[in-house]
Nanobody, 127 residues
Framework: QVQLVESGGGLVQSGGSLRLSCAAS????????IGWFRQAPGKEREGVSC???????YYADSVKGRFTISRDSAKNTIYLQMNSLKPEDTAIYYC?????????????????????WGRGAQVTVSS
């Protein structure tokens, strides 16, 4: 069974930090490209940060310098460390992955579709 399960969302004040986790199980452990996406109410889904198995990483301009994507291969888990959070970061954050074909991290993030998706985790940043 393919599963991507997000955790770590919550409510935080502006300027605070949160770390999201995405645990991959089943066939999802074979991801080639994986990343974080978000969708705020009334807005289109956007790619936040993606990384490929070859180490290439992409960040949206809006989060550069504040968010960091990382992975723990032993735990089949990727993380999104979010610092200096702003109210405009409020959204549902999704983890998504694609395999077996190689997909560039930037392409996967910009496309914001395809692959397998988790159910999402709510992140709310209060002002």
């Amino acid at each position: 069974q393919v599963q991507l399960v997000e955790s770590g969302g919550g409510l935080v004040q502006s300027g605070g930090s949160l770390r999201l986790s995405c645990a991959a199980s089943g066939a999802a452990r074979n991801w080639v490209t994986i990343g974080w996406f978000r969708q705020a109410p009334g807005k289109e889904r956007e790619g936040v940060s993606c990384t490929s198995s070859n180490g290439n990483t992409y960040y949206a301009d809006s989060v550069k310098g504040r968010f960091t994507i990382s992975r723990d291969s032993a735990k089949n888990t990727i993380y999104l460390q979010m610092n200096s959070l702003k109210p405009e970061d409020t959204a549902i954050y999704y983890c998504a992955a694609t395999w077996p074909r190689a997909t560039a991290a930037q392409a996967f993030c910009v496309r914001s579709s395809g692959g397998y998706w988790g159910r999402g985790a709510q992140v709310t940043v209060s002002s």
